[in-house]
Each structure stands twice: as C-alpha cells, then as structure tokens.
C-alpha cells in the first residue's frame, strides 16, 4: 500500500511539473524574450492575406518554445548549478571570469588569435577607411576613426587561467596598417588601467565612454575633459552578459552616474540608446555625424554634449553621402567586427583617378553584379570578385575613358559608379 502511495505521488509530481509551464502560461502573462533574442510572434490561423495558415502548429511550437511560463527561471537555475558546481557556463555566448566577471565568448579567439583577420583584410579595412576619410575631407570635414576595445583586451587578469594572447591580433594588424594608410586613428588602447568596464556587461561604464570621448576628441582637434567629471557609482545597470546567462536575475552592475546632467537635449524621436538614428542639440560648437554600434549607447550623450548639433547612426551600409553640414565624422566599431571593414561597406561616390604610363591590361572580374543604389540615385553599386586580389594592392575600375577607385575587399571589390559609367574592366597596379 505505502508503495503504490508512493508510485501516485511520484507520478502526480511527475505530470505537475510537465504541465506547469502550459497552465503557467495559460493562469500567468508568457515569459519574455531572453536578454537580445528575437520575439517570436503569436501564431495565426490566417495569413496576413487571408490564407489558411497550414504552418499554424509548428508556429504555435515556436512560440510556446520561447514564451512558456518559468522559461527564464529555468534558464536561470540551469545556469547557476552548472557556474557553481563545474565552473562552466550554460551560455555558448557568455565565457565565466573570476570574482563575478563575464565575457562576451566570441572575443576570446580575438584575444588568442583563434579568430584573426588575413593580411589582405588588414590592408583592405584600413585603404577603405583611407577612401573614407579623403572624402570626408573633400567635403570640408574632419575624420577619425576609432575602435572600442573587446574588454577581454582590456581585463585579460580577470579570465581564469593564462589565457595566450595572440602575437598579433586583428587589432594589432589593423593598427599597423592605418598607419601605413596614413587615417586619423584615436587609440582607446588607454582605457586600460583602472576598471572602465561592467563586470557582468560586455561594454564600457560612463566613466569608460567619457575617457574614450576625450580621447576621440583630441584626435580631432579638440579639448574634452568629461573624464574630469564628478559623479559617483549606483547598481542600475542591468548587464547584457548577466541577462543572457541569467535572466530571472535581480542582480544590477554598478554604474558610474554623472553629478550633473549633461548638457543636450534629443531632437529627433528618440526611444532608447540602441536607436538606429539619434539626433541632438548640445551646448558644444560645430556638428557631428557618428556611425556607432552599442558602445555608443553610453558614448552618444558625452558626445552630443560636445557639438552643438550631432547625428548618430547605427545604419550600415555608412552612408558617407551623409555628410553634409558636418564639421567632424567619427566611425566607431568594436574590435570583435573589425573584418566588416574589409567589405567595402561603405556610401560614397567611388573617386576619380589620374592613372598614366605604362598600365597592365584589364582585368575581367569572375562574377559581377550591378545594382541600382538607392540611397544614392544615379548610381550603379558595382560588385565584382577577382582572380588574384591578394596583398595590398589597390583596385581601380575603368569605365569610359575614365579610372575610378573601387573599394577593395578581400575577393575582389565594391564600387558605386555613375549610371552612365559602362564598366570595361578592372585595373591593378603591384
């Protein structure tokens, strides 16, 4: 009798506990998404059109897989027995450090070396980035470039065991081949030193943005001192490692908060941080156009206050047609994307060149695809793969009579010439 007692209880327990997240989410609001994972939308009987919607169950399965009650209560305490017990993560995005820290787990091969970029990449992000500023200057403005370190650079002592560092990261390649390239280079190299970064956050605190915001703004010339400013720490931060590796978490990171509040206001309709577009008044002279990624959503406001009109955009392609009124443009990206610059992503009506003497023949490219541009009209986005693009050597595009500057990438290049522009082939000068 008391066997069978048992055998009801274990079983009565063993469906309560299959059960519990379909009556949770029916009895309580579905669980949200976990920390940067896309929302799965309801499932619909009907197609937007009208039509039955024949997938309706396997859309319902997908839903209910991201959304069923205790979900991130689940993920939370998965997460801690295994941190705990082994000392490992249940996250393959987020790597365990010593005394609370996390990383972001991608960027340890950056660091090793694991994950680094080619020579060619090295030399095609910074001549990109070459093209980039000459423009720029064309246009009467002042360019810089920047990188936001990856905070394992930054903090390698704070990741169990001697993690080996690469002789030459990608970081290191492309800082020596903008110097090659001769592009205004603002090194945030000097964020290491007392702790500018969150402990459970894969970015920078205030105090780490404002140190970075006076060095960007040296490189252009100007005095920033918001380093010096007076302010003091507050756990409201909620950090993105911390919320992916566990979302049930209450737990919040310190946060440097300024004694003053800056000094701009927003102009454009603005939402949050991670806005794709952000515009802004501020009480500094002269106008800004910034292309950012998150490390901007601490950053904008210190550099907002700076200028007395600022744009910050987390678009790509950079459109650098863009430029407009501006007096300084700034391309910010974190050290972990550094090989994006080699693609050639960028807006900008490809140069004219003067080429004489004795050139090579044309080359004709493997593949090539020509595209209307949108945001730039009257412009065809060339595309074209090469048989030998290796090392550093520049890719000009002839078309009627004229030579043109293309964008180099690692295959081959991109290019936005006139649509009038009939391409005859590419040239490479060794």
């Known amino acids: 009798m008391k066997k069978e007692w048992l055998y009801r209880l274990f079983t009565g327990l063993f469906f309560a506990v299959l059960l519990a997240p379909a009556v949770g989410t029916l009895a309580l609001r579905p669980s949200d998404a976990v920390a940067n994972e896309s929302l799965v939308p309801p499932p619909r009987l009907q197609e937007p059109l009208g039509d039955v919607n024949w997938g309706f169950l396997?859309?319902?399965?997908?839903?209910?897989a991201k959304h069923f009650a205790f979900r991130q209560e689940l993920i939370t305490a998965d997460s801690l027995w295994k941190a705990k017990l082994f000392g490992t993560s249940a996250q393959s995005s987020v790597a365990l450090g010593k005394d609370g820290w996390l990383f972001y787990a991608e960027t340890l091969d950056d660091y090793t070396g694991a994950d680094n970029i080619t020579q060619r990449q090295a030399f095609c992000a910074a001549h990109n980035l070459r093209m980039v500023q000459d423009y720029v200057e064309e246009q009467g403005a002042r360019f810089v470039?920047?990188?936001?370190p990856n905070k394992i650079s930054l903090y390698p002592e704070m990741y169990p065991g001697k993690?080996?560092?690469?002789?030459?990261?990608?970081a290191d390649k492309l800082e020596e081949a903008l110097l090659n390239e001769g592009v205004a280079y603002a090194n945030l190299g000097i964020l290491q030193g007392e702790v500018l970064y969150h402990k459970t956050d894969s970015h920078w605190t205030n105090q780490g943005a404002a140190l970075a915001h006076d060095v960007i703004l040296d490189a252009l010339g100007r005095e920033g001192h918001a380093f010096e400013k007076p302010g003091h720490f507050e756990a409201i931060h909620e950090g993105d490692l911390q919320s992916m590796l566990y979302p049930a978490s209450k737990k919040l990171d310190e946060q440097f908060v300024f004694d003053t509040p800056l000094d701009f206001?927003?102009?454009?309709d603005y939402r949050a941080d991670d806005d794709i577009l952000i515009e802004t008044a501020g009480s500094?002279?002269?106008?800004?156009?910034?292309?950012r990624d998150s490390f901007g959503n601490a950053l904008h406001?210190?550099?907002a206050e700076?200028?007395?009109?600022?744009?910050f955009t987390r678009a790509t392609p950079y459109d650098l047609t863009k430029t407009g009124e501006a007096d300084c443009v700034v391309l910010e990206i974190v050290e972990r994307n550094i090989a994006r610059l080699a693609e050639g992503d960028f807006l900008m009506p490809a140069p004219e060149m003067e080429i004489s003497g004795d050139l090579p023949e044309l080359q004709t490219p493997l593949t090539l695809t020509s595209v209307p541009e949108l945001n730039v009209p009257g412009y065809l986005r060339h595309t074209g793969t090469l048989a030998d693009c290796g090392g550093s050597s520049p890719v000009y595009l002839a078309a009627?009579?004229?030579?043109?500057?293309?964008?180099?990438?690692?295959e081959g290049f991109t290019a936005l010439l006139p649509e009038s522009a009939q391409l005859e082939g590419v040239l490479i000068l060794e």
């Open 284 to 291: 500094g002279e002269g106008a800004l156009l910034m292309f």
């Open 58 to 64: 396997s859309d319902a399965g997908d839903w209910f």
């Open 163 to 170: 993690l080996p560092r690469a002789g030459q990261t990608a």
């Open 265 to 268: 206001t927003y102009t454009s």
């Open 145 to 148: 470039f920047t990188v936001a």
């Open 301 to 303: 406001r210190l550099m």
């Open 400 to 410: 009627g009579g004229t030579y043109y500057e293309a964008f180099p990438t690692p």
């Open 306 to 311: 700076s200028f007395e009109k600022a744009t």
